[in-house]
């Protein structure tokens, strides 16, 4: 009925599809989840505003979000670029 590919190959394909469609629900999910750069605009006016909570963001919760966002985006690079290649 369906012509998908040879063999191996399809079944393949299909796996990476269904892990980007995972990757890019999880990849839009966390990117809703993060906070605004507000901060980044106060820098324009030359204001200096380091506080504790923004020495510290990498090991906090919002810290962890952003690494996995930017892994995530890797992730999704890639198999848009594997899943574009006709093998």
């Known amino acids: 009925m ?6 191996e ?4 394909r299909i796996i990476l599809t269904i ?3 995972i990757d890019c ?3 839009t ?6 906070e605004g750069k507000q901060q980044g ?4 006016g030359g204001g200096m505003t380091e506080t504790y909570w923004s020495k510290n963001k ?7 979000v952003v690494k996995v966002t930017k892994a995530l ?7 848009a670029i594997i899943l574009n290649l006709n093998f």
């Open 58 to 64: 990498g090991r906090s919760m919002e810290g962890a």
């Open 19 to 21: 892990i980007f469609i």
């Open 25 to 27: 629900i999880a990849l």
């Open 41 to 44: 605009l106060a820098s324009l």
């Open 29 to 34: 999910a966390l990117v809703l989840m993060q």
């Open 73 to 79: 985006a890797i992730g999704f690079i890639v198999l």
């Open 9 to 12: 190959v399809g079944v393949l």
């Open 2 to 7: 369906f012509d998908i590919g040879g063999g």
